[in-house]
């Protein structure tokens, strides 16, 4: 594959994208590589409310970050969920919050109706054989990226 190739799909990439290929370069660069001890060691990421394990590439993103600071827990929330449970950011001798800056940006689709601009409501495909529902999902829902922030309790 030419540099040229290589550089265009790198700068298309967000920025979430590039910090996690910058840090598996410089994992292989470092001669760890993605499968010793140091890059997976830890159980996988959950929610720190419900327990559900974080997927994909969000899993990649926390695995790094607890690596990268030193982390023993695998559980993650974002800032509503701590709110919800009365925890805060801890001050500083100043008593302003750490939490500035902090935490890990993790992405996810959430699937809209394209005339109402709405979440989609997938009861809409109850009834529909496997051929309509695809092609009701083509004609009429498109996936909308978004990123919010978690932290490390």
Same mark, same amino acid.
């Given at each position: 594959m030419s540099d040229e190739l290589k550089? =265009?799909?790198y700068d298309r990439l967000t920025?979430?994208?590039?910090? +996690?290929?910058? $840090?598996? +370069? =410089?994992? +292989? #660069?470092?001669?760890?590589? +993605?499968?010793?001890q140091g890059w997976s060691g830890g159980s996988a990421p959950v929610s720190a409310i419900t327990g559900k394990q974080y997927n994909g590439v969000n899993r990649i993103f926390l695995l790094l970050a607890s690596m990268e600071n030193g982390y023993a827990d695998n559980r993650w929330l974002n800032y509503k969920q701590m709110e919800y449970k009365g925890?805060?950011?801890?001050?500083? #001798? #100043?008593?302003? =919050?750490?939490?500035?800056? $902090?935490?890990?940006?993790? %992405?996810?689709? %959430?699937?809209?109706d394209k005339e109402t601009k709405q979440p989609f409501d997938k009861h809409t495909l109850d009834g529909m054989t496997a051929e309509e529902r695809a092609e009701y999902m083509d004609e009429n829902v498109y996936p909308l990226r978004k990123f919010y922030r978690v932290f490390s309790p």
């Open positions: 550089t =265009s799909a920025p979430q994208r590039k910090l +996690l290929v910058d $840090a598996v +370069l =410089s994992n +292989l #660069e470092k001669g760890t590589g +993605l499968w010793k925890w805060h950011f801890k001050m500083d #001798e #100043e008593g302003k =919050s750490l939490g500035k800056g $902090a935490g890990v940006a993790i %992405e996810y689709f %959430e699937l809209r």
